[in-house]
């Protein structure tokens, strides 16, 4: 089996069969009023072309669905939910962390108030191997002599450009401030400055959308690589971000990159950089818990997001200034905090525990399915980030004295997290190698 993670240069847009996926697809243009029966949700669909009922899955739940499809008297929709709050009230722009066939499932979601969508290998591996909806495609990449892995490029880059085209109307009115879809290079280029580099260059390529990022974890040896890609003119989405001195040194990736570009006009260059939340708790409640003192067992559930205020501070801190005033004179725009893994892994926590206490100007919060129907059900919306920073730099000192060293929650985190969509992606492609026994297709 041919693996882009092992190639010196990853496979060119010839290597592949794009004579449909390359060309835009026209612009949506359709409302789904959604509507609840007993036992799931059906959409009334109008499009230029056609009318329709359909069912559809219950992303969210079907009062939330109704709330947001109202309309008003003159024929313009009602924007009630607390993410279009989230976002005109407090400069925060609500993101979805999932993304799978149909696509389409999107359009409710983005009625709501979301602004954009994230992926990782984790994503797309319970998508694919779950899903009866790629097999149609599969088959026929596997019969044309795709090998397995580059069938799974093209199963993802399909996704991604259709979701593309959904979020680019966000992205125009923006002017490139939001409405992206991000899309990770293999995870098993995390330690390989260079294949990180030709491996986005390539994937930006091959997905041919302005609203694209590509993904690209923030390792020490994928630092370099950030700045590479952004010197390219390529927008990227820096991710497992789980320390203040790793994020600083993302920031500076981010203003060589820019400053080695060459550019005259940085404005459709952008990032953002996702800084993990809820994944800081798990690891540090344990460590406190085998410390076991009352001071101890007082700070659990309270480092992650304290760490996450102080890298708002390390944010307008960096983002201002003589440097940063020069590439604004080019139009550069600055490399947003977004925050993920904002899913609760602990029950006995508020289940908006990492999106309430997070919410600023300039920033993007990513949430999958829990977070997301929690905070559209009962999130309040109020600028928080930065109401209580010196408590926060007390929890960060206080978690230091007790012998927790920030620097080993951060490697150490980032290690875990690597390797988890190192798994995640291995098991994908041995998931699509039982999908082509099943279908009686010949891997190569």
């Known amino acids: ?237 820096v991710t497992l971000i789980f320390s203040l001195a790793r994020y600083e040194a993302v920031i500076d990736a981010y203003l060589d990159g820019l400053e080695a570009s060459g550019l005259s006009d940085l404005s459709r260059v952008t990032s953002v950089a996702s800084f993990f939340v809820s994944r800081v708790d798990t690891l540090v409640d344990k460590m406190l818990e085998k410390i076991g003192t009352p001071e101890a067992l007082d700070l659990r559930g309270k480092a992650a997001n304290a760490q996450a205020a102080l890298a708002y501070q390390v944010y307008q801190k960096k983002f201002s200034g003589p440097r940063w005033e020069a590439l604004v004179k080019k139009g550069a725009k600055k490399q947003r905090l977004l925050w993920a893994s904002t899913s609760v892994k602990n029950p006995a926590y508020p289940d908006t525990l990492y999106v309430a206490p997070l919410i600023g100007p300039d920033t993007v919060s990513t949430m999958p399915d829990q977070a997301l129907q929690a905070f559209i059900d009962h999130g309040t919306v109020g600028r928080t980030i930065d109401a209580n920073v010196s408590e926060a730099e007390g929890i960060y000192s206080a978690l230091e004295k007790l012998g927790i060293a920030w620097s080993y929650v951060g490697s150490q985190l980032e290690l875990e997290g690597v390797d988890s969509f190192k798994k995640s992606f291995d098991s994908l492609l041995d998931s699509l190698q039982e999908k082509a026994n099943s279908l009686n297709l010949v891997s190569l």
Not at 106 to 112: A, D, G, Q, V
Not at 153 to 171: M, N, T
Not at 188 to 203: P, V
């Open 1 to 237: 089996m041919a693996s882009i993670s092992k190639l010196s240069t990853p496979p060119t847009a010839s290597h592949f069969s794009t004579s449909s996926s390359s060309q835009p697809s026209p612009t949506i243009r359709s409302l789904c009023l959604f509507l609840p029966n007993n036992t799931n949700t059906n959409a009334l669909c109008l499009s230029s072309s056609n009318l329709s009922i359909r069912p559809t899955r219950p992303i969210i739940a079907p009062s939330l669905l109704v709330r947001c499809s109202q309309i008003d008297g003159n024929g313009s929709h009602v924007k009630g939910t607390t993410l279009h709050d989230l976002y005109e009230k407090q400069g925060q722009s609500p993101w979805y962390d999932n993304l799978c066939r149909p696509v389409t499932d999107l359009l409710p979601l983005i009625e709501s108030g979301v602004r954009g969508v994230t992926s990782n290998p984790a994503i797309f591996q319970k998508a694919i191997s779950t899903s009866n909806a790629y097999n149609e495609q599969f088959r026929e990449l596997v019969q044309a002599g795709k090998d397995i892995e580059s069938a799974y490029w093209e199963l993802v880059v399909k996704d991604i450009q259709d979701a593309c085209k959904l979020f680019e109307p966000i992205y125009d009115e923006t002017d490139g401030g939001d409405g992206y879809v991000s899309v990770e290079v293999s995870p098993g280029l995390a330690d390989d400055t260079q294949g990180t580099i030709e491996a986005a260059k390539w994937l930006h390529k091959k997905v041919q959308r302005p609203n694209v990022y590509i993904k690209i974890p923030a390792t020490a040896p994928c630092i370099p690589s950030i700045k590479e890609v952004i010197a390219s003119g390529i927008s990227v989405n």
